[in-house]
């Protein structure tokens, strides 16, 4: 019975690689009244969400907007509208998140070249500069948090390499956004996509993304329709954007309620003091797992404050404690994935989640199962 | 300020082609506590999820599942999981959604051939038999609740010509679906695909979908990989059916709270009761509408439950009496789409809405605004 299924959940510590903990406010934004989508309230709900996105994703770019899907959806939008078939991509992969990205292109028909960096280790920007002196691409492509193992990479300084050479640029932004600063126009960032359930403290379901006007000017010049209706931007514009609003698909109302509160808070708290919140928050979690012996396999200068790998002690079931973490603790922590399964954890301290007191609570519990 | 804008919201009595009303149990159930989307607790939610999706669409189909999108993530996933390029495609088209079919198996790359039908008028089972006789097809399509002009397609009677040809037969159950009878296995149906907003009363966000032992057959025997990452069914199942419950994309976590609530309201009154409650309704606004001197498009025979096209009296601007019902009233209806904007209104007897008071309500504001 859902009844009974639903009513038992109780309020859990998501320390997870998202989704992170939600604040009332946007609980309770979520549960507003649904209205129609082309209700003049809420086509002011849809401008105040395009002007609070284009602060938080620091950008002046007139196409932004949460795309009616999870964050997947804002890598396919990202792709599926720039990439034609025979199109030149190179990808910087060093992690899960950089793997999907060919495979997504891939799928679309662009040719991909790759340049793999260690997993949890940044990409270097020299490697990057060699390769794009020996062939040109229609798009460079790198994830900026690396969900997967916990490594940030160097977007500015990439941004810096790419935009000589007039490729476009495009950033994925899911884990970092909210986290640690994400300069959409200054890092010459082309294309950039989110989701909800990371930094922004919002439950999962929309994927913001925001488009350069050279990207809409690519996307206007395609030689052939998107292949994909749904994600298909020339027409979700003309209902985000358009004086007429047209009608495309029904947005998800609710869903949209929340991450306009969502935004809100953030943008009330300040980008810098959010920041600065992950930052101290992440160094109190170092500093508690290093007192307990624990290691972490990324170098300090590219650890994500929002998402922590944590190397699984010797001898340890690591399935094991993060069930008991969940179950005696009610705190979720995330376990590796790909070739870091079994290997590590993933401590994630992303938006409502980024507070000492819950830092501490992991910390002791941790200790209690360990020790 | 969001604050105001979302505050100000009032619940809005929703009568036009959805979002429908909302009952209040999956206003609670969007707003419980985010939890993971690995954890058991959750993984419980998707298996009730997907054993109620099977009552409500009346099959027994494994491969049952809400998609990560609107409605139309749904066809997107229907026709994107199916169509290789070249593949022959009958599209039965008599309206706006029959249209935008048209248009998502073109972009995939589809052979399309499309018999068109009178809009406002049913399919003719007849002349899609003479067609079927003429050529075959991988797949053929049909809306079954066309919102666009409130007609109704004879579906049970489309299948049984399909079947003898061995096409899969690939459903739009978009309005249709918790409002009239959709038999999706004694219909022969092999793929359908709805959305949570009309007659399953919960929230925009969701697009449910079935897919039968032959579809899926298909799908595994593509020569080429899904061209859409996001919506690829093959790798979607390990997440909601596999035993590893392999991580795929980061759910919606509170639309599914949503849905598993309102797929529960509807099952606990019966499906009968809820088909029977739609009917009647739809009873009592004609013979308001008629007492009034307005009049209906579609025959009788025809005319859906939850969507009821009204013919806008000569003279009348249309616009102004839908913003004066929505202003004044709190009472939202639909205008129309493509070739019937500015000709008809689309009045939404969905779900939670259709009940003989919100009936009376409308009747009663219509009155003071057009005498």
């Known amino acids: 019975m859902s009844i009974n299924l639903l009513d038992s959940l109780t309020e859990t510590l998501l320390m997870g690689p998202g989704p992170a903990c939600v604040p009332p406010a946007v609980y309770q934004a979520i549960a507003k009244p649904t209205i129609g989508h082309l209700d003049p309230r809420f086509i002011a709900i849809m401008d105040e969400i395009k002007a609070r996105l284009q602060q938080v994703m620091q950008t002046r770019n007139r196409l932004t907007l949460p795309i009616s899907g999870t964050g997947s959806a804002g890598m396919e939008t990202a792709f599926v509208n720039l990439v034609e078939h025979g199109d030149r991509v190179l990808i910087l992969k060093n992690g899960v998140f950089g793997m999907r ?47 997967s193992t916990g490594a940030m990479n160097p977007v500015a300084e990439i941004g810096a390499a790419v935009k000589p050479t007039g490729a476009l640029y495009l950033v994925d932004a899911v884990t970092s956004l909210g986290g640690i600063p994400v ?56 209902y985000w954007q358009g004086a007429k609003r047209a009608y495309h698909h029904t947005a998800p109302i609710n869903m949209l309620y929340a991450i306009d509160a969502a935004l809100e808070a953030i943008l009330e708290e300040g980008l810098e003091a ?11 979690l170092v500093a508690g797992l290093e007192a307990m012996g624990l290691s972490m396999p990324v170098a300090p200068a590219s650890r994500l404050p929002m998402l922590n790998a944590v190397r699984v002690p010797e001898g340890v079931d690591e399935a094991a404690v993060r069930s008991r973490l969940l179950k005696e603790f009610d705190i979720e922590i995330g376990a590796g994935l790909g070739p870091l399964a079994g290997k590590i954890w993933r401590i994630g301290l992303m938006g409502h989640t980024a507070r000492a007191q819950n830092v501490d609570r992991l910390l002791d519990a941790l200790k209690k199962i360990l020790f």
């Open 101 to 147: 990205m060919v495979d997504v292109a891939q799928r679309l028909g662009a040719e991909v070249d790759v340049i793999e960096f260690e997993w949890g280790t940044p990409v270097d920007v020299e490697k990057v500069k060699v390769q794009l002196a020996s062939r040109s691409y229609k798009i460079v492509a790198v994830v900026h948090a690396e969900t």
């Open 183 to 238: 300069e959409t126009d200054a890092w010459g960032i082309d294309v950039i996509y989110s989701g909800t359930q990371k930094c922004l403290s919002c439950p999962p379901g929309l994927a913001p993304v925001s488009f350069s006007d050279r990207a809409v000017e690519t996307l206007r010049a395609r030689r052939t329709k998107v292949p994909n209706w749904y994600l298909d931007l020339t027409m979700i514009v003309d």
């Open 274 to 284: 959010v920041f600065a919140r992950h930052a101290e928050t992440h160094r109190r």
